[in-house]
T-cell receptor, first 117, second 112 residues
Framework: GAGVSQSPSNKVTEKGKDVELRCDPI?????LYWYRQSLGQGLEFLIY????????KSGLPSDRFSAERTGGSVSTLTIQRTQQEDSAVYLC???????????????FGQGTRLTVV | LAKTTQPISMDSYEGQEVNITCSHN???????ITWYQQFPSQGPRFIIQ???TKVTNEVASLFIPADRKSSTLSLPRVSLSDTAVYYC?????????????FGSGTRLSIRP
């Protein structure tokens, strides 16, 4: 597609359930990022994939959060045993990655609004 | 990663020039300065990027002094549609681990 696509756009789930959020990056982009944004707050870095390198998981808030990127393309963010504090907009972004200048320009999807009730 | 500091919020009026300054005192030699804009209910989008001196594009200008410890995003003749959150980021482009970290941003409100 022309841009980064995320699904679903909205997700309401019950506390304790698992959820999967999907991200389709721009074709050819080797870098993929997941961020979380609570209402009125800045972007919280979660995880970063770059090519075939091991992902940088330093931003994941707990072991209930995990992410995969299959075939260097589509990524899935999984939240297990959801809690109310997980409610936020989850944003995915992709970039060409590496060099040269502006190859790290990140293109964002519209996000998935997760509400845990 | 270099830490950035920018004002939490700013107000201005239509037609005015708006300057948002970001401090990044521990910027490294390989770091570039990038600004993103985020409208409500949308993901951020790239505005401008620079290394030193001045960069200008169709949207904004970026002024970077010689010591590179700060940068100023300049929006000429703002309109209501420029109301958004503006993020200043500093990081190396030539690193395989160049994850992009966002700060709190500056919430810009434009009034008629």
């Amino acid at each position: 597609g022309a841009g980064v696509s995320q699904s679903p756009s909205n997700k309401v789930t019950e506390k304790g359930k698992d959820v999967e959020l999907r991200c389709d990056p721009i074709s050819g982009h080797t870098a993929l990022y997941w961020y979380r944004q609570s209402l009125g707050q800045g972007l919280e870095f979660l995880i970063y994939f770059q090519g075939n390198s091991a992902p940088d998981k330093s931003g994941l808030p707990s072991d209930r959060f995990s992410a995969e990127r299959t075939g260097g393309s589509v990524s899935t963010l999984t939240i297990q045993r959801t809690q109310q504090e997980d409610s936020a907009v989850y944003l995915c972004a992709s970039s060409l990655g590496g060099t040269p200048l502006r190859n790290t320009e990140a293109f964002f999807g519209q996000g998935t609004r997760l509400t845990v009730v | 990663l270099a830490k950035t500091t920018q004002p939490i919020s700013m107000d201005s009026y239509e037609g005015q020039e708006v300057n948002i300054t970001c401090s990044h005192n521990n910027i490294a030699t390989n770091d570039y300065i990038t600004w993103y804009q985020q409208f409500p209910s949308q993901g951020p989008r790239f505005i401008i990027q620079g290394y030193k001196t001045k960069v200008t594009n169709e949207v904004a200008s970026l002024f970077i002094p010689a010591d590179r410890k700060s940068s100023t995003l300049s929006l000429p003749r703002v309109s209501l549609s420029d109301t958004a959150v503006y993020y200043c980021l500093v990081g190396a482009l030539y690193s395989s681990a160049s994850k992009i970290i966002f700060g709190s941003g500056t919430r810009l409100s434009i009034r008629p």
